[in-house]
């Protein structure tokens, strides 16, 4: 049971550059989230889903976007890649309940 | 609008010793309460979860944690400490209504053998 699967694990971007973050999980759970750390500031939430075709904002959306075209994936696509991009991402599922996170994307936009 | 405060960035402790890491939250209704850890370059770990029931609720590695209404706070406890629970340790909430988790900022735990 693979769990929640993220790629790339390490990515660096030029400024303007775009790319996809692939999140999957294999659980078959309806809520999927995007999540970035930054040091000291904890998570902050980018985009969710609460099934196939739904998407909402999070706290932190401007700059990204998802979809849903699958219970098993939730991608997060950035488009046109800034240094405040930097970060550490985390895809998460849940059931309704607990998450569980993937090992996260660290990408680095120069 | 749901929110968490950790207000210790860091906490050292002798190992042996017990340990308490601090969270205090603010939501509308009842409160769903987590405590996550998250080691060097890894994802996020649950360890413990409050819904409803008692207000100690045990969780993984001999974690445990105490849900005080009247104080809104939910602190992290664990009665002799290991090097090995050095971490990162994050306190989320959310509502009864199924809303996304709201994480605090996170304290790094350091046990001193």
């Known amino acids: 049971n693979a769990g929640v699967t993220q790629t790339p694990k390490f990515r660096i971007l030029k400024i303007g550059q775009s790319m996809t973050l692939q999140c999957a999980q294999d659980?078959?759970?309806?809520?999927m989230y995007w999540y970035r750390q930054d040091p000291g500031m904890g998570l902050k939430l980018i985009y969710y889903?609460?099934?196939?075709?739904?998407?909402d904002k999070g706290e932190v959306p401007n700059g990204y976007n998802v979809s849903r075209s699958t219970t098993e994936d939730f991608p997060l696509r950035l488009e046109l890649a800034a240094p405040s991009q930097t970060s550490v991402y985390f895809c998460?599922?849940?059931?309704?309940?607990?998450?569980?996170f993937g090992s996260g994307t660290r990408l680095t936009v120069v | 609008a749901q929110s968490v405060a950790q207000p210790e960035d860091q906490v050292n402790v002798a190992e042996g010793n017990p340990l308490t890491v601090k969270c205090t939250y603010s939501?509308?209704?009842?409160?769903?309460l987590f405590w996550y850890v998250q080691y060097p370059n890894r994802g996020l770990q649950f360890l413990l979860k409050?819904?409803?029931?008692?207000?100690l609720v045990k969780g993984s590695y001999g974690f445990e944690a105490e849900f005080n209404k009247s104080q809104t706070s939910f602190h992290l406890k664990k009665p002799s400490a290991l090097v090995s629970d050095s971490a990162l340790y994050f306190c989320?909430?959310?509502?009864?209504?199924?809303?996304?988790?709201?994480f605090g900022k996170g304290t790094r735990l350091s046990v001193i053998a």
């Open positions: 659980m078959n759970h309806n809520y």
């Open positions: 998460a599922s849940t059931p309704g309940d607990g998450y569980t």
């Open positions: 989320a909430v959310r509502d009864g209504g199924n809303t996304p988790l709201v």
């Open positions: 889903s609460v099934g196939a075709g739904i998407t």
């Open positions: 939501v509308s209704g009842n409160p769903y």
């Open positions: 409050y819904i409803t029931g008692d207000n």
